[in-house]
């Protein structure tokens, strides 16, 4: 299982961004991407040139839309939803996401703790009777400084919430990308897994398989074993001894443009809580039942924060 770096949340000027799908997937290559979802507002009609685009720039396309809508935006991926976005509200949000589902798309609520109201209507997710368990994942990061917006904040702990309440939720990342941004403060990644070549089919059921974790300039290399198995993320643990191993490399790239240091390895849950500071962790021991995932702390540009997450690895012993 390969890790690829990936962003799942772009704009073009089909819909509320400023570049065309050829300078989309040109500032991709720019950033290092293995894979871009195409996610314009309520329109899939840049795909085509994108996918072009990047067939040519070697990058893969996966097709998508946001659902943009009065009370919460939802990107849908893989191009699959027969779903008309118009017809999402409150009362029905939950069956148009199982037939997305049904169809073949992973389904992902977006920056789900922005403000919204009447200064960007949709932005704050206010679909009251939501189902979170039906999503494939939630934005726990979007845009820029994952530790010193407040949104993100609050969307880290909206999905812890939803973990310890029981439902199984993967963790992304969404840079609801609209424009070139050189030189924009530190920004994340999403990090698919995927074995062998990386298609625009991997990226959607590796999100729908909860295969991701989330980063500011960190590469994590887990390994986690238990019963002679080895796990992916996201997986069901039925051993209650396991062994596990996590590895945080920087991106030299990253790391020089942001002065990105780490501090620690914590794996945290309802399972399983510890630490281990510097960039290597190593624990061979007991769970307990629940659920827990991987975080890297570190410094930008001077600054605490979190440097990387994970989806968890669930437990059922």
């Given at each position: 299982?390969?890790?690829?770096?990936?962003?799942?949340?772009?704009?073009?000027?089909?819909?509320?961004?400023?570049?065309?799908?050829?300078?989309?997937?040109?500032?991709?290559?720019?950033?290092?991407?293995?894979?871009?979802?195409?996610?314009?507002?309520?329109?899939?009609?840049?795909?085509?040139?994108?996918?072009?685009?990047?067939?040519?720039?070697?990058?893969?396309?996966?097709?998508?839309?946001?659902?943009?809508?009065?009370?919460?935006?939802?990107?849908?991926?893989?191009?699959?939803?027969?779903?008309?976005?118009?017809?999402?509200?409150?009362?029905?949000?939950?069956?148009?996401?199982?037939?997305?589902?049904?169809?073949?798309?992973?389904?992902?609520?977006?920056?789900?703790?922005?403000?919204?109201?009447?200064?960007?209507?949709?932005?704050?997710?206010?679909?009251?009777?939501?189902?979170?368990?039906?999503?494939?994942?939630?934005?726990?990061?979007?845009?820029?400084?994952?530790?010193?917006?407040?949104?993100?904040?609050?969307?880290?702990?909206?999905?812890?919430?939803?973990?310890?309440?029981?439902?199984?939720?993967?963790?992304?990342?969404?840079?609801?990308?609209?424009?070139?941004?050189?030189?924009?403060?530190?920004?994340?990644?999403?990090?698919?897994?995927?074995?062998?070549?990386?298609?625009?089919?991997?990226?959607?059921?590796?999100?729908?398989?909860?295969?991701?974790?989330?980063?500011?300039?960190?590469?994590?290399?887990?390994?986690?074993?238990?019963?002679?198995?080895?796990?992916?993320?996201?997986?069901?643990?039925?051993?209650?001894?396991?062994?596990?191993?996590?590895?945080?490399?920087?991106?030299?790239?990253?790391?020089?443009?942001?002065?990105?240091?780490?501090?620690?390895?914590?794996?945290?849950?309802?399972?399983?809580?510890?630490?281990?500071?510097?960039?290597?962790?190593?624990?061979?021991?007991?769970?307990?039942?629940?659920?827990?995932?991987?975080?890297v702390s570190g410094r930008i540009n001077g600054e605490n924060t979190e440097l990387a997450l994970?989806?968890?690895?669930?437990?059922?012993?």
């Amino acid at each position: 299982m390969k890790y690829y770096k990936c962003e799942l949340h772009t704009h073009t000027l089909w819909s509320d961004g400023i570049m065309t799908p050829e300078e989309l997937v040109a500032n991709a290559v720019k950033r290092g991407y293995a894979g871009i979802a195409t996610t314009d507002h309520n329109t899939r009609f840049a795909y085509p040139r994108i996918k072009a685009a990047g067939d040519k720039a070697g990058i893969t396309v996966t097709e998508g839309m946001e659902w943009t809508t009065f009370y919460g935006h939802i990107t849908v991926l893989g191009g699959k939803s027969p779903v008309d976005w118009r017809e999402v509200n409150p009362d029905n949000v939950n069956a148009m996401i199982e037939r997305a589902k049904a169809a073949g798309d992973a389904v992902v609520l977006c920056h789900p703790t922005r403000i919204g109201g009447a200064i960007c209507c949709g932005c704050h997710n206010d679909f009251d009777a939501l189902d979170y368990g039906r999503l494939s994942g939630i934005e726990v990061w979007s845009h820029f400084n994952q530790n010193r917006d407040a949104a993100n904040r609050q969307a880290e702990t909206l999905w812890k919430e939803r973990l310890d309440a029981g439902e199984r939720i993967a963790a992304v990342y969404g840079y609801d990308w609209h424009c070139p941004d050189e030189g924009c403060p530190p920004y994340s990644a999403t990090y698919l897994g995927a074995e062998g070549e990386l298609t625009a089919r991997k990226m959607v059921e590796a999100v729908k398989a909860g295969r991701t974790y989330i980063s500011s300039g960190v590469e994590l290399e887990i390994s986690l074993t238990a019963g002679g198995r080895k796990y992916e993320l996201s997986e069901v643990i039925t051993e209650n001894e396991v062994e596990l191993s996590v590895k945080a490399v920087l991106n030299p790239d990253y790391a020089k443009e942001y002065d990105v240091e780490i501090n620690a390895i914590t794996v945290t849950g309802s399972a399983l809580d510890i630490k281990a500071d510097g960039s290597e962790l190593y624990y061979s021991g007991k769970t307990d039942k629940g659920y827990f995932y991987i975080k890297v702390s570190g410094r930008i540009n001077g600054e605490n924060t979190e440097l990387a997450l994970t989806s968890p690895y669930y437990t059922e012993v």
